[in-house]
């Protein structure tokens, strides 16, 4: 081979591609490997929200070991830990914890520092692939993958490869342990009032696969489908349909939706049912009556209450964080707020009553049942307009 043609080679590679050409190649590997990460890794193997067909999970394997490097059951695993103990100081990656700066910029070295933890390993690790390939190539050598696909990159492209593969490297340590275990529980706006800080970053699901719904995702964390609202999309779940439409996925869970009959207004079994099964549908209404009732009581506590604009701004988000997530200073905020605000009060006691019926497990059925009802009576006699709508929205579960 002369000068000239290796020259030639280095910079244009076997394909001689575009500059446009090598940017949709990128962006076309890039994507894939969210797909994989996302259905595959997160929704099939790590909360068992589908069944992947044999030929559809171990081709996301393959891709998954030739575009990362990663080993399924250490992903597996420190997801799992992850919602086990969710914004705790055990949690491996948890900005409320360790701080947005920290994971947004380390996420991969918390990643690496946890995945050599025996422990997490053997305790969350559990049902993922332990076959001969996966002993023998991808979890022993998992570098080996990702060298191969330096090869081709610069086979394909010649030097700007290097990009392409650098591109490709630093995909899922960007988007998934900087973005999903960063921002998502730092920015961005709430369906749920879950039991952690999970908020989702954007309602279109494209770039992440869908993991951009995130609040979504912790607060049914077993769901196949990451969308919730009627104005978000989820491309991961656009193509878990498209394969089970060809025998590539069989689904196994979905969130559940409310169902309503609008002429029930006797509370009974049913109702409970229900309304416990539908709690994050529940809670999610009552925090548009709670907001109904704040802009009523707005106006009163900025003139007649005198009270800061700061302050206001900052107990209007304690009013809608879950109540046993409130520490001694939050509640003693909103203790001043309430001398202010009976209305404010009343909705806030009436919601941590509410709550209780599906913490209360010790309870029996008839007891639940006669709360509920007890509940209702008092919300419809207690002269709050948003709080009797609320009550008769509650009757029509079905």
């Known amino acids: 081979m002369t000068l000239d043609a290796v020259l030639d080679f280095l910079s244009n590679g076997l394909t001689r591609a575009s500059g446009w050409e090598i940017f949709i190649f990128t962006a076309i590997m890039t994507h894939i490997t969210i797909a994989g990460v996302t259905i595959y890794l997160h929704r099939s193997a790590t909360h068992r929200g589908l069944d992947l067909h044999p030929i559809a999970a171990h081709f996301f394997r393959f891709w998954l070991w030739m575009t990362t490097g990663m080993v399924t059951k250490e992903w597996v695993a420190i997801h799992r830990k992850h919602h086990a103990k969710c914004e705790t100081e055990d949690d491996p990656h ?8 920290k994971v947004f910029f380390e996420g991969a070295e918390l990643y690496r520092m946890e995945s050599k ?4 390993m053997q305790k969350y690790g559990y049902g993922t692939p332990d076959d001969w390939i996966e002993r023998n190539v991808y979890t022993r050598h998992s570098a080996l993958g990702v060298s191969l696909m330096l090869i081709i990159d610069v086979a394909l492209f010649g030097v700007i490869g290097l990009t392409v593969w650098a591109v490709q490297m630093i995909w899922i340590p960007l988007t998934a342990a900087g973005i999903v275990n960063g921002i998502g529980h730092y920015w961005g706006y709430r369906n749920y009032e879950c039991n952690d800080a999970a908020t989702n970053i954007f309602p279109i699901g494209i770039i992440i696969g869908g993991e951009e719904l995130h ?4 607060t049914y964390g077993t769901s196949a489908k990451l969308s919730s ?22 689904i196994k869970k979905v969130a559940p939706k409310p169902k309503f009959d609008n002429s029930k207004l006797h509370l009974d079994f049913d109702t409970l049912q229900s309304v416990i099964a539908n709690r994050y549908d529940v809670t999610a209404t009552y925090a548009k ?16 209450a005198k009270l800061e604009s700061r302050f206001l701004r900052s107990t209007r988000k304690l009013l809608h964080r879950e109540p046993s997530q409130l520490q001694e200073p939050h509640k003693e ?3 001043t707020l309430f001398q202010h ?3 404010l009060k009343t909705m806030h006691e009436m919601r941590v009553e509410l709550g209780s019926l599906w913490e209360r497990s010790h309870a029996s059925r008839d007891q639940l049942l006669q709360q509920l009802q007890d509940w209702c009576a008092r919300a419809e006699s207690s002269g709050i307009a948003a709080l009797r709508d609320f009550s008769l929205r509650l009757r029509s579960y079905a």
């Not at 948890?94 to 700066?101: D, E, L, N, Q």
């Not at 933890?117 to 997490?120: I, L, Y």
């Not at 609040?215 to 912790?218: A, D, I, L, P």
């Open 215 to 218: 609040n979504n995702h912790h």
């Open 341 to 343: 605000s009976t209305q």
């Open 289 to 304: 009556s709670l907001r109904r009732i704040w802009a009523e009581e707005l106006e009163h506590l900025k003139e007649k």
């Open 117 to 120: 933890n025996k422990e997490t």
């Open 333 to 335: 905020q909103l203790t």
């Open 94 to 101: 948890s900005p409320v914890v360790k701080g947005i700066k």
């Open 229 to 250: 609202k009627w104005y978000e999309f989820d491309i991961g779940w656009m193509y878990i349909r498209m394969m089970s439409m060809v025998g590539l996925a069989k």
